[in-house]
């Protein structure tokens, strides 16, 4: 599990994965991101806010930005975590390219919209696991 010295494992996660394109995401650390959107109770505003700390290059921010955005729409989010998300994008969302752009090529449309020529692509994978019931059920129960 990636987590700082203060035990807040989706900043943590965050910061290893911005750090490097999204395609070569660190899977444990995409997995770590995951669960804290899907399952945790740790408040996301503060935990961007303690991301947001540190001074991040443009890529960085749009990279958590898509990522945030990525993970809140898996059906594995309950309603509330994902207006909590929502309002914790609000600290990300001046770091997107545009609200309406539109992909010229192929490839991820949410990504294109950070401004980021890059994307999860298979890394997604990964993430399957994560979201059965049995995992579900196992980690809310």
């Known amino acids: 599990m990636t987590k700082r010295p ?8 965050l910061d290893t994965l911005t750090r490097k394109p ?7 650390a995409l997995q770590d991101a995951a669960t804290e959107v899907w399952y945790s109770d740790n408040n996301l505003s503060s935990e961007l ?3 947001l700390e540190v001074e991040r290059t443009l890529v960085e921010l749009r990279r958590a930005g898509y990522l945030l955005e990525r993970l809140t729409r898996f059906t594995c989010v309950t309603p509330e975590r994902l207006t909590e998300a929502t309002e914790g994008l609000k600290h990300l969302q001046p770091y997107a390219a545009s609200e309406h752009a539109s ?14 020529d890059e994307s999860l692509g298979t890394k997604v994978q990964t993430l399957l696991p ?3 019931r049995h995992y579900q059920a196992e980690r809310r129960g």
């Open 6 to 13: 203060d035990g807040h494992v989706f900043s943590a996660a």
């Open 22 to 28: 999204l395609n070569q995401a660190d899977s444990a």
């Open 49 to 51: 806010t303690l991301f």
């Open 103 to 116: 992909p010229t090529r192929r490839g991820d449309a949410l990504a294109v919209r950070w401004g980021l």
């Open 130 to 132: 994560l979201q059965t």
